[in-house]
């Protein structure tokens, strides 16, 4: 009986184990999304499929904000959706190269610097833009924009402020929604945007 | 023993399974949305059908009712409450409004809430960028005002929010489990 146990909560690890590995956490990521479909429609504001998030720099601001860690002003967030992969292939498939992504869903994505900063030698004034990306095979060009609170599918180009060209490179790991985050570096924090299997990141000096 | 130790480590491999890894952040239990006044502001501004431009818009996390009771217990009468979860809820005006008789610049703020049994007392704070109302500081405040709550029918799994058009500007609908609550925003 301890034997019969032992061998099905092994198989049980196993299939955890190859679960934890790279393709399948479709597995554990679609869990939320399944529970979210099946619930009773909101008559207020249904969830959306592809989630909000919001991430600052520094990192975990609002957390360490409120445990007294940290009193400055934080430097910068950004605001966006997250779809989801769902088997698809994105990049040169559902993203076309060379087309315009809002890095993100629904509605364009925002960054907010809450000072000056610098990104590639030229100085980004504080204040609210739209960020999306132009993905090609072998590097994107990440846009700012003045139009803000649009919706992401049709960005007016002709109010696009500064254009930043960055290398993209494979990543370890698939990444099943889109994820922006701030990672320090040396004088500053890159943007770090991850989808699939490609990564972007986008110096930002202060 | 030997099933302990595999049993910790089934465990392990689930909480591992759970995040996207890479130190990179996993999607939220509790989602965050936004929502504009003029509902839909970025819809229709693509669709060239905007009639009056951008007054507010609000951004919160949706906790889920999962079967637990809200208002009473979860959520206990007559502590500040973040009106969410994870960051504080964030309440931007584009222009300088009116709630009750007091005159809100244009900007961001906290909006937390107080609620009761029959009423909720609603709280502007001008402490931003901050995670739920464990820091709360009554001396950031900007105003408060109450207003009486409505009993629903049909629960609300997901904390919602939404604005709808009123005589004197919009009210921001919030409304969780069976109880919904309207802060009334004056453009006038």
């Given at each position: ?110 960054i ?7 990104i590639?030698?030229?100085?980004v004034?504080?204040?609210?833009y739209v960020i999306y ?9 990440i846009i700012f924009n003045n ?13 696009d402020l500064m254009q930043f ?42 | ?188």
């Amino acid at each position: 009986m301890t034997k019969l146990a032992c061998t099905f909560l092994g198989a049980i690890l196993f299939i955890g184990c190859t679960d934890t590995k790279e393709k399948n956490s479709d597995q554990t990521e679609k869990k939320p999304d399944s529970a979210i479909v099946h619930t009773p429609t909101n008559p207020y504001a249904t969830i959306d499929i592809s989630p909000m998030d919001m991430s600052y720099f520094p990192l975990n601001y609002s957390q360490r904000k409120m445990t007294h860690d940290i009193t400055a002003q934080p430097v910068m967030r950004v605001i966006y959706s997250r779809p989801h992969r769902q088997g698809r292939t994105i990049f040169g498939n559902l993203l076309k190269y060379g087309e315009r992504w809002r890095l993100g869903a629904n509605e364009a994505s925002e960054i907010e610097f809450f000072q000056n900063v610098t990104i590639q030698d030229k100085k980004v004034n504080a204040g609210r833009y739209v960020i999306y990306c132009i993905p090609y095979r072998d590097k994107w060009t990440i846009i700012f924009n003045n139009d803000l609170y649009t919706w992401g599918l049709k960005i007016d180009s002709t109010k696009d402020l500064m254009q930043f060209d960055i290398p993209i490179k494979k990543t370890s790991i698939d990444f099943e929604y889109f994820t922006m985050v701030f990672q320090p570096i040396t004088n500053g924090a890159e943007l770090v945007m991850a989808w699939d299997d490609t990564e972007g990141r986008l110096p930002i000096n202060f | 023993m030997k099933r302990i130790t595999l049993l910790t480590l089934l465990i392990i491999s689930v909480l591992i399974g759970r995040s996207q890894t890479n130190n990179l952040p996993p999607v939220d239990k509790s989602p965050m949305d936004m929502c504009y006044y003029p509902n839909n502001y970025p819809v229709l501004k693509i669709q060239d059908k905007i009639t009056e431009p951008a007054v507010a818009r609000v951004i919160y996390s949706r906790p889920q009712k999962n079967g637990r009771l809200i208002f009473g217990e979860l959520v206990e009468y007559g502590k500040v409450w973040r009106l969410g979860a994870n960051e504080a809820t964030e309440l931007e005006f584009f222009k300088a409004v009116k709630i009750g008789d007091k005159k809100v610049e244009k900007g961001r703020y906290t909006l937390y809430a107080i609620p009761m049994e029959d009423s909720w007392t609603f709280i502007l704070n001008k402490d931003n960028d901050t995670w739920g109302a464990f820091k709360y500081d009554e001396q950031k405040d900007v105003l408060r005002t109450t207003v009486p709550v409505q009993k629903l029918n049909e629960g609300v799994e997901a904390l919602a929010m939404t604005f709808e058009k009123s005589d004197s500007g919009c009210n921001l609908i919030i409304a969780w489990d069976n109880i919904k609550a309207s802060l009334p925003i004056s453009l006038k």
